[in-house]
């Protein structure tokens, strides 16, 4: 049986260059009510401050341990976390975030009602829409009130939807005894890199026993727009890989639920859009890309998604040689009521107006018209 106050928790902060916002992050670590923690903060070689404020913490916090390595990048600065922790559970805050000082506490003591010890706890997390300006705001993730399994815990095919957002790897727990049995490790992708999608499909797939706490904790601080434009025009096909990565995991584990598979075809045309909203989809590269993941697609699956827009589909048709459907209009508005209908919820009328305009504003763009 699990007694959440003596379960020692590793938490992972990859760190390179976070020196403005390092302090709030092991702040907020270090001051968890659970108490039983391990901090391995692992230093990749930044070249600010940032070891200087780990030292200075770890001074004063003997749970605080330093790995001081050479840059390698987000997977495998996570993987020798990974490696050197020796917790039952890990955690990962990324040093540019904060957590909320009863995350830990109250996401064990969920675990501990339930009568299986699950091997991931996974909570929503907050935004912080704008961070860093007069803007900035906190609210909701988008699967905030989504996820009601009929049962705790669950196996990701009863919560498919958890699959269609941000990959939020830092909103959970995860037994190490788990990872290291189906020997779950991050892609050591040089950089950034978006390496947590891999690592998200590959603990979630994997998993027999999910737990579902529908409380946010976690503080993630958003890219702003020209953040998300640079990226988009300077690692145009890192959104594509990071898709066919996490394709090769659902072949690799024979994954054949159709509703997680729907779930991945609508990250690949949500990663597509956020794409081609800035690049072009006539730029070779990103056609070629676009044509090679449409072509892993199942074309079933797709043409009978009941979340995909009629652009999108009739996007995939044309690139698939497939003549056009008729019709679909009706049901896909019906769905975007019900979002919108959710969203305003979730936060907020204003923020509502906010993203359905921009969405009505680039939505042709976004479906490659």
Not at 70 to 96: F, K
Request: proline share 5%; net charge negative.
């Amino acid at each position: 049986m699990l007694d959440p106050t003596r379960e020692l928790v590793s938490v992972i902060v990859p760190t390179f260059n976070a020196g403005p916002y390092l302090e709030q992050c092991l702040e907020s670590i270090l001051g968890q009510t659970h108490q039983n923690l391990e901090v391995l903060c692992l230093n990749d070689g930044s070249t600010d401050n940032s070891l200087e404020i780990m030292q200075r913490y770890a001074n004063k916090d003997e749970r605080i341990r330093i790995i001081d390595k050479q840059n390698e990048g987000y997977g495998a600065t996570c993987n020798r976390g990974l490696d050197e922790a020796q917790g039952s559970w890990i955690a990962i805050v990324e040093p540019d975030d904060w957590i909320e000082l009863s995350m830990y506490a109250d996401m064990l003591a969920f675990a501990a009602t339930l009568d299986q010890t699950p091997q991931i706890i996974k909570t929503p997390y907050w935004r912080i829409w704008m961070p860093d300006t007069p803007k900035q705001r906190k609210l909701n993730c988008s699967y905030k009130n989504r996820i009601h399994p009929s049962k705790q815990p669950f196996v990701i095919a009863e919560a498919a939807h958890l699959l269609t957002h941000h990959p939020s790897i830092w909103s959970a727990l995860y037994r190490k005894d788990f990872l290291d049995e189906h020997q779950i490790r991050f892609k050591p992708i040089p950089g950034a890199g978006w390496a947590d999608n891999p690592f998200l499909i590959e603990t979630l797939c994997s998993a027999d026993a999910i737990a579902y706490l529908d409380t946010p904790y976690y503080c993630y601080r958003e890219e702003t727009p020209e953040k998300s434009q640079s990226f988009a025009e300077k690692s145009t096909m890192i959104p594509f890989e990071r898709w066919n990565d996490m394709q090769d995991v659902l072949d690799r584990l024979a994954v054949n639920d159709s509703e997680v598979l729907q779930a991945h075809i609508s990250r690949g045309f949500t990663y597509l859009s956020g794409v081609i909203e800035y690049v072009d989809l006539s730029h070779e590269q990103v056609y070629q890309a676009t044509k090679a993941m449409f072509d892993r697609m199942d074309q079933n699956l797709v043409l009978t998604h009941p979340e995909l827009s009629p652009g999108s589909k009739a996007l995939y048709c044309e690139m698939m040689g497939l003549e056009p459907l008729k019709g679909g209009h009706a049901a896909y508005m019906r769905n975007l009521v019900k979002e919108g209908i959710y969203t305003i919820k979730n936060t907020g009328l204003s923020f509502t107006i906010l993203a359905t305009s921009h969405y009505l504003t680039h939505k042709k763009k976004r479906e490659g018209r």
